[in-house]
């Protein structure tokens, strides 16, 4: 957890370099992998320096028409660092509203709660993030992309933003934003955290994995949209039954 609050004008107490440098060899001489929560260029480039595999969170202070976002993301691929997205997370925190596409989408709101069909005024001051840190965090995925940098595709859902579960299908709406094709926003949500975590028994449709299996009416890999077409469910090898 490196994040001192800056990005929302807060003081937090957080991890001295030095620390994150011996958390990271410690996790590695276990045979571990070590994953950091930056979402700041400066925060980052602390984890990198300490030799992390994974980083949770595109940063959201680097905005575009610099070279910051650029210059990370070049880092990053050379150190062959994989970045957690949770582009729908920054676009909820900071009250963009072109995430009420996904309420809205009948395909959506049929699957799920009354509560939820409806997005009610949320208290942005609770995780204060600035307006610009989605547009910075969208920025930061296309300059990770275009760099070679391996994209996994998440949501940070938690008890502010953005929705469990349907929050996916947004968020791999906002990684074909930041340059994906919708094949590699589909491969960031399942066979490319499989293989950075080295989850061998999931991730992919073949012989003697997981049957962790997504039906939809539609294509896509033509249109990214049509995962919310969702037709059957099996969870290893079951099909679920929706409840009545």
Known sequence: MIDDGSTGGLSLPTLSPGTVAALV?????????????????????????????????????????????????ARIAAQGVYVVSTLSYFEAVTGDESGLELVRDPRVAARLPERLRTVPGRDLSAVPVPTAGSVNALHSARELHR??????????????????????????????????????ALAAATS?????????????????????????????????????????????????????
Request: without cysteine; glycine residues 12%.
């Open 147 to 184: 760099a070679g940098v391996p994209l996994l595709a998440g949501t940070d859902a938690n008890m502010f933003a953005p929705m469990h579960g349907a929050g996916m299908h947004r968020e791999l709406v906002l990684l074909t934003q930041a340059g994906l094709t919708p094949e590699e």
């Open 25 to 73: 060899e410690a996790a590695h001489a276990a045979g571990l992998r070590a994953i950091g929560h930056a979402v700041t260029v400066r925060d980052a480039l602390v984890a990198l320096d300490a030799g992390i595999d994974g980083l949770a969170h595109v940063v959201s202070d680097a905005a575009p028409g610099g070279d910051a976002a650029g210059d990370l993301a």
């Open 192 to 244: 490319v955290p499989a293989r950075h975590f080295g989850l061998t028994d999931r991730g992919r449709v073949a012989a003697g994995l997981l049957a962790d299996l997504l039906l939809v009416d539609g294509d896509p890999t033509r249109d990214i949209k049509d995962t919310r077409a969702i037709s059957a469910v099996w969870r290893r090898g079951v099909r679920v039954t929706p409840a009545a």
